[in-house]
């Protein structure tokens, strides 16, 4: 209610936390989106889907009933399991075309990018926003060359911030880092208990952020 009265247009629906303990049921998932819905029903709905190896993963036929929904508009997906990923893309495909489907994948944007989804939604963009926009022009033109070849300055800027796992606190914090470098942000503070990037990770930053064009400290 808050987030409609400040004038969002729509809210990005992450599962409650204790689902990733404990689990759900496909009725749980579906009272909560109507619950929030009810709260809130001039927004739109987000669906935020969750890695496959956690207890808050949704399946293809639960995303298929969420894709039902008419107060529903999109699903930000992040299964970070490519066999998952194309069943659920198929499935929501398949309950409602119209609806949106938008890679969170940042750590892997290219191959996300080319399973016949409308966009992107990550926090990687905070970062790089021209850079992935150059990568999804590249990926809806069809032209495979120039996508791998954006990737390619992506690649090294991805492993200084995620290395080669998903992103985490340590990971936000290095990417905090980077927009530093990048003269994006004036300051790289990070929050307790996340720890700021060490030198050696620093170094790896400045280093891809050089490679890219992007050093401005």
Not at 29 to 34: G, P
């Amino acid at each position: 209610r808050a987030a409609q009265a400040a004038g969002a247009a729509a809210l990005d629906v992450m599962p409650p936390h204790h689902w990733l303990r404990f689990g759900f049921t496909p009725g749980h998932a579906l009272q909560y989106f109507e619950a929030i819905h009810r709260a809130a029903p001039e927004l739109d709905l987000v669906c935020h889907v969750y890695p496959a190896w956690t207890r808050a993963s949704y399946s293809s036929q639960l995303l298929a009933e969420l894709a039902r929904l008419p107060y529903l508009q999109a699903f930000k997906v992040g299964q970070r399991d490519m066999n998952k990923y194309a069943r659920d893309i198929q499935a929501i495909r398949e309950a409602n075309p119209a609806k949106a489907i938008l890679t969170c994948h940042d750590e892997y944007l290219l191959a996300s990018m080319v399973q016949g989804v409308d966009g992107a939604l990550v926090g990687f963009a905070t970062f790089i926003p021209q850079l992935i926009i150059d990568l999804w022009a590249a990926v809806k033109a069809g032209d495979l060359k120039k996508a791998m070849e954006v990737q390619a300055v992506i690649t090294p800027l991805k492993d200084a911030v995620y290395g080669g796992g998903e992103p985490t606190g340590e990971a936000h914090a290095r990417m905090k880092g980077g927009m530093y470098l990048a003269g994006v942000l004036e300051r790289a503070t990070v929050r307790p208990p996340t720890e700021a990037p060490n030198p050696q990770e620093m170094d790896a930053l400045r280093a891809a952020c050089r490679q890219a064009g992007l050093l401005r400290r």
